[in-house]
């Protein structure tokens, strides 16, 4: 156990996407780091923002059709931008992160949930000027394999698919592999895989139900409701959920662009504040918050079932996988997912220190001079969350400690 304080994007045609990065897409955003391909998409971004006075640009809103965007759509569902004295956008759905990355690099979304280390590449790798204001939730992702599969040593000589090499899926699922003998690797497809060896193949999500149930890969792991689809599809079965080996992880974050903090600090604030409001009426409402994202709902945020989403939300269904022993840490007292907005320091500096050691495609330089103390101070606005939650009556709302820290455990 380790204890520490502290200009054609991708489109993908399938119709309940939820899509990670593909290499396509990762040279994409790659790309961002050179003058030619960031410089037309900076200065669009920039018009855009100088166009709108003061607090009065409407909230655009830009996700993905999973779980991690609950709390901006909750927010946008309920109406509490518009209680914040905001206007909104109908919410964007985009079929990839680079899709969304690239729309908000040039302004046209404004508000969006990124993957926690891909923010860590996004400010630092390819310097875009963007900081976290708020954790969107914590866990809500799980190792999902084969059927045949019983423990973590089955997976040796497979392939095993992830949504990106800069998630916290790929951090968590390495520290398993390697805490049971196996050596995670990136072969290209048709290589020879050592039996000590677990291939790994970033994939889109809405393709991993499909890829396991055709014996492509022997699991994978994602955000939900891909685990849950799996699992009410018979394909699939969970050997692990990932806030079980880092216990109240974050997942995806709160992403606002530096000038907009610095030109419409208020404006910031109400986007944090019903975001954060959002989270709070999540946590005691599972069903009406599965049925208003499902594919029923009035808005149809997302493409899938109510009985899908309400097995993630459920507070009962975790209960038997406790029971069962699929979760093995039963102190902890968790949900398979919940919400919590307060960004930790302790766990942004945890998290420079895994990724430093975590296998990772493409140009990682930054990371060897990133300091993880600093990260935490310079990645991360907490201004806005600490209003918000103070204004909800305070920590003890969320069932955070006063003093906003805690000690990041970790049991692979």
Wanted: net charge positive; aromatic share 8%.
């Amino acid at each position: 156990m380790s204890q520490r304080k502290s200009d054609r994007p991708h489109i993908c045609t399938s119709p309940d996407c939820g899509c990670g990065l593909t290499r396509r897409d990762f040279l994409r955003l790659s790309a961002l780091t050179t003058a030619a391909v960031a410089a037309p998409l900076l200065r669009a971004g920039d018009v855009l923002a100088q166009s709108a006075r003061g607090d009065d640009v409407p909230v655009r809103i830009g996700y993905l059709p999973i779980t991690d965007a609950t709390p901006l759509l909750i927010a946008h569902a309920r109406k509490l931008y518009e209680a914040e004295g905001l206007s909104t956008e109908k919410p964007r759905l985009f079929r990839s992160w680079a899709q969304i990355v690239e729309a908000f690099v040039a302004g046209q979304v404004n508000v969006i949930h990124l993957l926690s280390p891909s923010t860590l590449w996004v400010r630092y790798g390819t310097r875009f000027p963007a900081k976290v204001v708020a954790w969107n939730h914590v866990n809500g992702s799980g190792i999902t394999v084969a059927n045949n599969i019983d423990k973590i040593t089955d997976l040796g000589g497979k392939s095993f698919a992830i949504p990106f090499w800069y998630s916290i899926h790929n951090i968590l699922l390495q520290k398993l592999l390697r805490a049971n003998g196996l050596t995670p690797v990136s072969r290209a497809r048709g290589g020879n895989i050592a039996p000590n060896e677990v291939n790994l193949v970033v994939q889109p999500p809405a393709e991993m139900v499909s890829a396991l149930a055709g014996g492509a890969i022997a699991g994978y792991v994602v955000a939900e409701p891909f685990n849950a689809a799996a699992e009410v599809k018979g394909v699939g079965k969970i050997l692990r959920f990932s806030g079980d080996v880092w216990k109240d992880h974050a997942c995806c974050v709160t992403f606002l662009a530096e000038r907009d903090i610095a030109e419409r600090p208020e404006w910031a604030q109400r986007v944090t504040s019903a975001i954060v409001k959002a989270q709070l009426w999540a946590r005691d409402n599972q069903l009406e918050t599965a049925k208003a994202l499902s594919a029923d709902g009035p808005d149809r945020y997302t493409p899938h079932p109510v009985d899908t989403l309400a097995k993630v939300f459920s507070t009962a269904d975790y209960t038997r996988y406790e029971a069962s022993g699929i979760v093995r840490n039963k102190g902890w007292h968790q949900r398979r997912i919940t919400f919590q907005p307060y960004p930790f320091p302790s766990y942004t500096e945890e998290l420079v220190r895994a990724l430093r050691e975590t296998h990772v495609e493409g140009d990682n330089a930054f990371l060897r001079e990133l300091d993880p103390a600093f990260a935490a101070l310079d990645l991360v606005d907490d201004r806005f969350v600490r209003r918000a939650i103070a204004d909800l009556g305070g920590p003890a709302a969320f069932g955070l400690s006063a003093d906003f820290t805690r000690r990041e455990t970790i049991v692979v």
